[in-house]
């Protein structure tokens, strides 16, 4: 891998991915862009203990372009986009319109009990672009190129977790109008968070009570018990076990995770990396033919799961110790033309209520596999 860094005009960082050396990465950002100006701060919800970002400088954020105004693309024909190269292979760069941005600070509290606090939305938000091509999509990349995503997402996460106060760093794709999408070039995005955020906060807590009961570690435990069960098993290859879990939220959901236990894409061994490109593309490319036939593309989200930092920016934290890197995939489509929706129970308390049994969801996802 080639790895090229450099600036755009606002002095936001874009870095280049190439399999091999390439010509351009040293083309400059000629647009007159003013420098990036967030608003974002965090809020921390006393009763559910969770912080809030509050971003309303992303209001004025880029809206479903046409394509041939689609900022992702290369600069060609004397049209000035994000990328100034003619053409890349994997491109990232800081977000213009970030939800987190910038150094950690103090948190304040707005009331005399402390029960109201705020801080900097510290962090970084940066963009993925998986392809040049507008019209592709990840499962349309070659294994050779997921291969290089896989590589730049393992970069990112070593470079994040190293700027102060980032507590976790997150890799994921939305794709899809229905999932809010609002550029239709294939792109992912990464979240580096000044936080432990509310769902591996849970999720620690859950292990922890899991190994205190048991002795046992509560992601060993449960990939072993979908696999012995092999109803929701949906692949299984040498170094990686994909499942539908028991409990599944979303009508199509699939987990994934390396046989050997890991906090984060860093650590993975040489024989996971190199199955995994093909077992991603395999998983998408199932997904998009689980409708059947003239069904347009299935709507996503996909992301990585990884061990949280300590306060500090420990890696020997002890809240990574049991925590187990895995990816989740779903899809709100429950069926054909219809979608599943966040309503009362789900939005209004936390209760998902999923119309596929998580069985039928397995079944389906081995029907469709390649040939």
């Not at 003619?86 to 800081?94: K, Q, R």
């Not at 170094?239 to 995770?257: D, G, I, K």
């Not at 860093?266 to 593309?281: F, K, M």
């Not at 187990?324 to 599943?340: D, M, N, P, Q, V």
Request: glycine share 8%.
């Amino acid at each position: 891998m080639k790895k090229t860094s450099t600036r755009l005009a606002d002095g936001r960082e874009l870095v280049y991915y190439d399999v091999r050396d390439a010509a351009g990465r040293d083309a400059v950002d000629r647009r007159p862009l003013d420098a990036v100006a967030t608003a974002s701060e965090i809020r921390h919800d006393p009763l559910l203990d969770e912080w809030v970002a509050v971003t309303a400088h992303r209001q004025a954020r880029t809206y479903h372009p046409p394509a041939d105004e689609c900022p992702l693309c290369p600069s060609r024909n004397g049209r000035l986009t994000e990328v100034p190269a003619e053409d890349y292979e994997v491109a990232v760069f800081e977000n213009r319109f970030p939800s987190l941005a910038g150094p950690p600070g103090p948190a304040e509290a707005e009331d005399d009990g402390g029960l109201l606090p705020r801080a900097p939305g510290a962090g970084r938000c940066e963009v993925v672009c998986f392809t040049s091509d507008h019209e592709a999509s990840f499962a349309d990349l070659t294994e050779e190129r997921a291969a290089l995503v896989v590589d730049a997402w393992t970069d990112r996460t070593a470079e994040l977790s190293a700027l102060p106060g980032v507590r976790q760093v997150f890799c994921f794709e939305n794709r899809g109008r229905e999932i809010g999408v609002t550029l239709g070039h294939p792109h992912g995005q990464i979240y580096a968070y000044p936080f432990v955020t509310p769902r591996t906060a849970r999720t620690l807590r859950s292990a922890a009570a899991h190994r205190e009961r048991t002795g046992g570690n509560l992601f060993d435990d449960v990939v072993a018990a979908e696999r012995a069960d092999g109803r929701r098993v949906v692949l299984d290859a040498g170094h990686w076990t994909a499942f539908v879990p028991h409990a599944a939220r979303w009508p199509y959901e699939v987990h994934l995770y390396p046989r050997r236990r890991v906090p984060d894409l860093t650590a993975l061994d040489e024989d996971a990396r190199a199955e995994l490109p093909g077992v991603y593309l395999e998983l998408l490319r199932r997904f998009d033919r689980i409708f059947g036939p003239g069904e347009p593309p299935t709507p996503y989200i996909s992301g990585w799961h990884q061990a949280p930092l300590g306060p500090e920016g420990e890696r020997e934290w002890s809240g990574r110790a049991d925590f187990a890197l895995h990816l989740e995939l779903f899809t709100i489509r429950r069926t054909s033309g219809k979608l599943k929706y966040l309503a009362g129970s789900e939005s209004g308390m936390g209760v998902f209520i999923n119309d596929v049994p998580p069985e039928t969801a397995a079944e389906r996802l081995r029907e469709v596999a390649s040939e």
